[in-house]
C-alpha cells in the first residue's frame, strides 16, 4: 500500500481479528482509512473522510466528518470489524474545524475530551465518558483545560480505580483574559468531582492565608498534564499505590508554577501534605519504598529521598558544584533503586551529563512476602477510603492492595509481585455514586441529582432493544445508569429503567410480569391467603376465646383486675394464643375509652358553639358544666356499682350498709327515691347560684348593662 501516513495493528487488542491491520492514506485533500487482513491482500477502504483514528483499550474510535452537516463524528468498534455511531449530548454540536482527544478507555469506558473554546491561551471544552460499548457519551465534567497542543489536564491515576484529577477552567464564561485553574479530583470514575482538600499547615507549619474558608475559596490546586516539560512525569505510580506527588498551591486558584510548593499523597490523593517549598521533579522508587526529589528549577548539588513514606526527608550532595537538572528518572516500572539525573554540562551546554544515585545498599534486607501466612510477613493490606461517605465502598467493592508494614524500613520489595496481592473482599450495597448521569442528562451540582437536558428527551431504546431476537420489552431511561467499574449488589436501584412492552409483543410482556392474570392465579393470589387468614381466626377463638368462657366471660374483664383473665393453659401453643387474646382486649379497651373520652369533649365543644350561635336572652347566663375526667377511669377499669355482685357474695359488703350509703338504688322504695331526687335538684340550684367558679360565658354586653 502506497501514499500511507499512519498504521496501527489491531491484533494488539482484539483477539479476533488477529491480523488486521488499520491505514490512514491522503486522498486529494482526505484522509481515508483503509484495512489489510494480510500484507498481500487488497486495502479495503472502511471510511472516506476522517481526521484520524486511534486504539484504546479494547476500543478502536474513527473521527469522521459529514459533510452535509459540516459536524465531526465518532465511530467506534469494541470488535475490530464492526463500527458504531457514537452519539454526542444533542446540546453539543461538533464542527468539523472542533478537535476532540481521546483520553483513556482504561476503565470499560472511552474519556473523550471535545474543544468548544479554541481561542488562542483560553482553549477548553467538556470531557465526555462513554457508556460501556462507546456509542454514547455523557458530559463528566465541563469547562476543562487545553493548551494549543491539543492536550488536556487530565490525569488518570495509576493502580487506583476510577480516581482522577482534572483542571477546568473557572472564568469560561469571560471568555476571555487570562485562565483561572482550578483542581478537581473523582473517586468514582468522572460520576462526581470535588475540590482537593489543602493541608492544615504547609511544610514550616503555619497556616495557609485562607485557612478556615470554603473549598471553593481555599483549596490545593496542583499544575496539571499541560504544564509538564516531560509528559511521562504524572502524579503516580502503577508501583507505587495510593501514592500522588504534584506542584501546586493552597488558595482560590492556581498560581504560576514558579510560586508553587511540593505536595504529597500516601492515601489515592484523599488528604495532603506540603513536604517542600519550591517546585521539584519526583521520582518513585522500589515500589515507592524510596522517594526522591530534586530542584526542578534552580541549579543544585543535592537531592531529597524519603525512607518513611514521606514523613522524613534526607538531604545527599552527590557534586560539589550545582548543576541545572533536565530530567530524574528510573524505570518506567519504578521497582528499581537506582537513579538517573540528566544535568547539563558545565563546559558545554550542548553536552548532557548523566549522574546515577544509587541505594541499593541502603536497605538491610528485602522484605519478606508470605501471600499463605500474611500475618507473619513485611507486608499488611491497605484498602482505600471514600473521602465524601467515610466507608471504602468505591465501584461497589471493598478492595485490599499489599503494602509494606508502615515503619518496616529496614527493608525494600525490589520484583516482588505485589499485584497479585490485590483482591476485592466484598460487594456492598448500590448508592448513588454507583451510578452516573444517563445520555441527555446531567449532574446538578445543587442536589447531585441527574436531571434531563432542558429541551432534550432521554434516549429512545425502543428500536435498538425490540430489534434484537426474541425481545419482547424495552426500556425507558429513569436519567440514570450504572458506573461499569461497579460491582454493587441490591441496595439503591438508580437504574431500575422502567420496562415497556415492544410492539406486537404485549402478551408476552404480560406473561412474563405476571399481568395476565388467569383465574387460577387469582384463586392462588385471593382466595388462598383468604383462607388461611379465617383459619387463623377460627383457631385463635376456638382455643383462646371459646374454651375460655366466650365473649361473655370477656365482657366482664377490667384491666385492674389481675386475676380477670385466667385461661387455659396446657402447653406452648396456648401461651401464645392467650398472649393475642390478651392483646386483643387491651387493645379493645384502649379504643374504647378513648372514643368515649373523644366524643365527650366533642359533645362540650358543640354545646359552647350552639349557646355563642343561639344566644339566650339578657338577663340569663349561660353555664356550661366541666366534664369530669377522671370518671373515665371508672369507666375503663370498673367501678363500685360494677362490682356489687362480687363483693355481696363474699361478705364484704351488706345491703343493709349499702342501702345506708346510696338511697338511690333501692328500687322498691319509689317514694324515698322520689325524695332523693327533689334534694339533690334544690342542691344543684343553689350551688348554681352561689358557685363562681363554674365557666361564665355570658355577652359582655349583658354583665354591662346589669352594672349600670
Known amino acids: 500500500m502506497k501514499n500511507v501516513k499512519t498504521c496501527d495493528f489491531?491484533?494488539?487488542?482484539?483477539?479476533?481479528?488477529?491480523?488486521?491491520?488499520?491505514?490512514?492514506?491522503?486522498?486529494?485533500?482526505?484522509?481515508e482509512m483503509f484495512s489489510l487482513e494480510s500484507p498481500s491482500s487488497q486495502p479495503e477502504k472502511v471510511f472516506d473522510n476522517i481526521v484520524g483514528f486511534a486504539l484504546t483499550?479494547?476500543?478502536?474510535?474513527?473521527?469522521?466528518?459529514?459533510?452535509?452537516?459540516?459536524?465531526l463524528l465518532s465511530k467506534v468498534s469494541v470488535d475490530g470489524t464492526t463500527f458504531a455511531d457514537a452519539d454526542?449530548?444533542?446540546?453539543?454540536?461538533?464542527?468539523?474545524?472542533?478537535?476532540?482527544?481521546?483520553?483513556?478507555?482504561?476503565?470499560?469506558?472511552?474519556?473523550?475530551?471535545?474543544?468548544?473554546?479554541?481561542?488562542?491561551?483560553f482553549e477548553y471544552g467538556p470531557l465526555l465518558k462513554s457508556n460501556s460499548n462507546g456509542t454514547y457519551f455523557v458530559v463528566s465534567l465541563d469547562n476543562v483545560n487545553r493548551n494549543t497542543e491539543g492536550y488536556v489536564d487530565f490525569d488518570k491515576i495509576d493502580g487506583l480505580e476510577g480516581t482522577i484529577i482534572a483542571n477546568v477552567v473557572a472564568n469560561a464564561k469571560?471568555?476571555?483574559?487570562?485562565?483561572?485553574?482550578?483542581?478537581?479530583?473523582?473517586?468514582?470514575?468522572?460520576?462526581?468531582?470535588?475540590?482537593?482538600?489543602?493541608?492544615?499547615?504547609?511544610?514550616?507549619?503555619k497556616k495557609y492565608p485562607c485557612s478556615g474558608q470554603s473549598l471553593s475559596k481555599c483549596a490545593l490546586h496542583l499544575h496539571g498534564f499541560t504544564e509538564r516539560a516531560d509528559y511521562r512525569d504524572t502524579f503516580s505510580s502503577g508501583s507505587a499505590t495510593g501514592f500522588l506527588i504534584g506542584v501546586g498551591n493552597?488558595?482560590?486558584?492556581?498560581?504560576?508554577?514558579?510560586?508553587g510548593s511540593t505536595f504529597l499523597s500516601t492515601d489515592g490523593g484523599v488528604t495532603w501534605k506540603e513536604i517542600k517549598k519550591g517546585v521539584y521533579m519526583w521520582e518513585y522508587g522500589d515500589q515507592g519504598t524510596i522517594l526522591v526529589l530534586v530542584d526542578a528549577v534552580q541549579s543544585t548539588d543535592s537531592i531529597l529521598y524519603s525512607l518513611d513514606d514521606g514523613k522524613t526527608w534526607n538531604e545527599f550532595k552527590f557534586i560539589d558544584s550545582p548543576l541545572k537538572i533536565n530530567d530524574l528518572a528510573t524505570v518506567p516500572t519504578d521497582t528499581a533503586r537506582k537513579f538517573l539525573l540528566f544535568t547539563e554540562n558545565p563546559k558545554d551546554s550542548h553536552d548532557t551529563l548523566a549522574i546515577c544515585i544509587d541505594f541499593t545498599n541502603i536497605h538491610e534486607r528485602q522484605c519478606q512476602l508470605n501471600l499463605d501466612d500474611?500475618?507473619?510477613?513485611?507486608?499488611?493490606?491497605?484498602t482505600p477510603t471514600y473521602p465524601q461517605s467515610g466507608d471504602k465502598c468505591i465501584f461497589g467493592h471493598e478492595s485490599k492492595y499489599l503494602r509494606r508494614i508502615v515503619g518496616r524500613t529496614d527493608c525494600f520489595i525490589g520484583s516482588a509481585p505485589l499485584d497479585i496481592g490485590y483482591k476485592q473482599v466484598k460487594n456492598c450495597s448500590c448508592t448513588r455514586r454507583d451510578y452516573e448521569c444517563d445520555y441527555n442528562y446531567y449532574r446538578d451540582i445543587n442536589d447531585n441529582t441527574c436531571k434531563l437536558v432542558k429541551g432534550l428527551s432521554s434516549k429512545d431504546y425502543q428500536k435498538s432493544m425490540c430489534e434484537k431476537e426474541n425481545a419482547f420489552q424495552y426500556f425507558e431511561s429513569t436519567g440514570y445508569r450504572k458506573i461499569p467499574l461497579s460491582t454493587c449488589k441490591g441496595g439503591q436501584q438508580f437504574d431500575n429503567w422502567n420496562p415497556k412492552a415492544c410492539p406486537g409483543k404485549q402478551k408476552e410482556f404480560d406473561e412474563f410480569y405476571g399481568h395476565d392474570v388467569s383465574g387460577h392465579k387469582l384463586f392462588f393470589v385471593i382466595f388462598i391467603p383468604f383462607l388461611i387468614?379465617?383459619?387463623?381466626?377460627?383457631?385463635?377463638?376456638?382455643?383462646?376465646?371459646?374454651?375460655?368462657g366466650g365473649?361473655?366471660?370477656?365482657?366482664?374483664?377490667?384491666?385492674?383486675?389481675?386475676?380477670?383473665?385466667?385461661?387455659?393453659?396446657?402447653?406452648?401453643?396456648?401461651?401464645?394464643?392467650?398472649?393475642?387474646?390478651r392483646g386483643g382486649i387491651f387493645t379493645a379497651a384502649i379504643v374504647v375509652a378513648t372514643a368515649k373520652t373523644i366524643l365527650k369533649i366533642d359533645l362540650m365543644l358543640l354545646e359552647k358553639v350552639s349557646n355563642a350561635i343561639f344566644r339566650r336572652s339578657p338577663g340569663h347566663r349561660n353555664y356550661v358544666n366541666v366534664p369530669n375526667f377522671e370518671n373515665e377511669e371508672d369507666e375503663l377499669f370498673g367501678d363500685f356499682q360494677d362490682n356489687l355482685d362480687d363483693e355481696l357474695e363474699d361478705g364484704r359488703l351488706s345491703t343493709e350498709d349499702f342501702s345506708r350509703r346510696d338511697p338511690f338504688i333501692d328500687g322498691d322504695d319509689d317514694e324515698e327515691e322520689a325524695n332523693a331526687f327533689d334534694d339533690d335538684a334544690q342542691e344543684i340550684e343553689q350551688s348554681v347560684a352561689t358557685d363562681d367558679r363554674l365557666f361564665d360565658i355570658g355577652d359582655e354586653e349583658e354583665e354591662e348593662q346589669q352594672q349600670q
Open 88 to 121: 454526542f449530548p444533542h446540546d453539543l454540536k461538533v464542527g468539523s474545524h472542533q478537535a476532540f482527544t481521546v483520553l483513556d478507555s482504561s476503565s470499560k469506558a472511552i474519556f473523550m475530551h471535545v474543544t468548544t473554546s479554541e481561542k488562542p491561551n
Open 374 to 382: 500474611p500475618e507473619h510477613d513485611d507486608y499488611e493490606y491497605w
Open 57 to 71: 483499550g479494547n476500543y478502536v474510535v474513527v473521527a469522521t466528518i459529514d459533510e452535509k452537516k459540516n459536524s
Open 250 to 259: 493552597v488558595g482560590e486558584y492556581l498560581t504560576p508554577m514558579d510560586s
Open 533 to 548: 387468614f379465617l383459619a387463623s381466626v377460627w383457631f385463635v377463638y376456638d382455643r383462646g376465646i371459646r374454651r375460655n
Open 174 to 205: 469571560d471568555g476571555q483574559g487570562e485562565k483561572k485553574l482550578q483542581t478537581l479530583i473523582s473517586h468514582n470514575d468522572g460520576s462526581e468531582w470535588n475540590y482537593l482538600v489543602p493541608p492544615a499547615v504547609d511544610s514550616e507549619g
Open 551 to 581: 365473649f361473655k366471660r370477656l365482657g366482664q374483664i377490667r384491666l385492674d383486675e389481675e386475676d380477670g383473665f385466667n385461661p387455659i393453659e396446657n402447653d406452648q401453643v396456648d401461651v401464645v394464643v392467650n398472649k393475642i387474646v
Open 10 to 31: 489491531v491484533g494488539s487488542i482484539f483477539e479476533k481479528p488477529n491480523k488486521v491491520i488499520y491505514c490512514s492514506s491522503p486522498n486529494d485533500r482526505r484522509l
